[in-house]
């Protein structure tokens, strides 16, 4: 399933899926912890009128192999911003599970298979779209939505759903 930031198939409706299919999925009421410091993922979340809270990670988001599969990539990144996350405590959270989203989003030049993440700098992203400029560009989004439920003191992941 693709999902861009503003596409037409809204996170609401994803999460309102995953809900009739558990149902101790997300409910609106719930507050899903953000993995992501992006803007637009988070006018999204406001748009679509899901309450959030942004808690920081720890990846780097570089790959030390890329796998060979452009969805692949971004999809890994997102799982390992997840696994990187630093949840906050149960007493903080107030609840016995909490939801937590990451994501990531990179650009696939087909032309020379280069991929594009965040620009480094000023001169980074002048090159970076110019190249977009040359062309037709891949975009892929890969995100991981996790449930963890509270359990010997620790969080531990109890459902997951994963699309690019």
């Known amino acids: 399933m693709a999902l861009s930031i503003f596409g037409t198939l809204s996170l609401r409706?994803?999460?309102?899926?995953?809900?009739?299919?558990?149902?101790?999925?997300?409910?609106?009421r719930d507050i899903l912890y953000l993995g992501s410091q992006s803007p637009a993922r988070q006018q999204l979340l406001r748009y679509a009128e899901i309450p959030f809270q942004f808690?920081?990670?720890?990846?780097?988001?570089?790959?030390a192999e890329?796998?060979?599969?452009?969805?692949?990539?971004?999809?890994?990144?997102?799982?390992?911003?997840?696994?990187s996350l630093l949840l906050p405590t149960r007493d903080e959270v107030g609840k016995d599970y909490l939801f937590a989203l990451t994501a990531d989003s990179l650009i696939k030049n087909p032309?020379?298979?280069?991929?594009?993440?965040?620009?480094?700098?000023?001169?980074?992203?002048?090159?970076?779209?110019?190249?977009e400029g040359e062309g037709c560009i891949e975009v892929a989004t890969g995100v991981c939505?996790?449930?963890?439920?509270?359990?010997?003191?620790?969080?531990?992941?109890?459902?997951?759903?994963h699309w690019t």
């Open 111 to 131: 032309r020379t298979s280069e991929i594009l993440a965040k620009p480094i700098d000023k001169n980074d992203a002048i090159r970076m779209l110019s190249a």
């Open 13 to 28: 409706n994803i999460l309102a899926r995953a809900k009739e299919n558990d149902n101790h999925w997300l409910i609106m």
């Open 66 to 83: 890329a796998p060979q599969h452009f969805a692949d990539h971004v999809q890994l990144i997102a799982h390992e911003k997840m696994r």
């Open 145 to 161: 939505l996790e449930k963890f439920a509270w359990h010997n003191d620790s969080w531990v992941k109890d459902s997951y759903r």
């Open 55 to 63: 808690i920081p990670h720890r990846s780097d988001e570089n790959l």
